[in-house]
């Protein structure tokens, strides 16, 4: 079972929409990063969550962590062509005998697409 | 500009080949990852090497050995490798705690 489930899978939109992708554990996350890829290259690190009921922003991306921090949504306001690629969601996760501090897991990825 | 250098960018090998991939910062980091991402697929992490010494080796097979000469480099020795074997690798760098830093990655196709 996926440790880390990402929705929605893929998303169309028309530029200049919002646009919000969620990021959800069954376990408690040490700490939660959003990562963007363009097809077959190297990821992009955008933000790092830590605390509880954290928000980061950054030009016109939002990202927060829910107070339980086993939730997170990374929000992109009026989209643009240049948004489009893979949106890839990471987390240390916190398990009964310590933390996977080092083995980052990956969210399988949301497929943006901006429409001019 | 990514800061963490990863060559070559496209190997082609045949299953007997001995080959390396190579990945290099400068960024002071002290941890050093190599990832492995199949097509459409998230990467899935390989070894972990923490001080220069192996932290986390993911029950990889042995085909692939990694080796950290120096606190900048990180080498992925390759040898005897299987067509299921290609995909992209990629490296990261971080602090310690802190967040990865992804190369490009080397596109491997095994023949």
């Known amino acids: 079972s996926q440790e880390l489930e990402q929705s929605p899978q893929s998303l169309i939109v028309q530029e200049g929409k919002n646009l919000t992708i969620n990021c959800t554990s069954s376990k408690t996350l040490y700490g939660l990063y959003w990562y963007k890829q363009k097809y077959g290259e190297g990821l992009i690190f955008l933000m790092m969550l830590q605390k509880g009921g954290e928000e980061k922003s950054h030009e016109k991306i939002t990202a927060k962590l829910d107070e339980k921090k086993q939730q997170s949504s990374l929000h992109i306001t009026a989209s643009q062509p240049s948004h489009a690629g893979i949106y890839l969601c990471g987390a240390d996760i916190i398990y009964a005998g310590g933390t996977s501090y080092g083995k980052l897991t990956f969210g399988q990825g949301t497929i943006l697409t901006v429409h001019p | 500009d990514t800061e963490v250098t990863q060559t070559p960018k496209h190997l082609v090998m045949g299953m007997t080949n001995k080959k390396s991939l190579k990945c290099e910062q400068h960024m002071g980091h002290r941890a050093m990852y190599w990832y492995k991402q199949k097509a459409k697929k998230p990467p899935e992490l390989m070894f972990v090497?923490?001080?220069?010494?192996?932290?986390i080796n993911e029950s990889v097979p042995s085909r692939f050995s990694p080796e950290c000469p120096n606190s900048s480099l990180l080498n992925l020795h390759l040898h005897a490798l299987q067509p299921e074997d290609s995909a992209l690798y990629l490296c990261?760098?971080?602090?310690?705690?802190?967040?990865?830093?992804f190369g490009e990655g080397s596109r491997l196709t095994v023949l």
């Open positions: 090497y923490s001080y220069e010494k192996l932290s």
């Open positions: 990261a760098s971080s602090q310690v705690l802190g967040e990865l830093f």
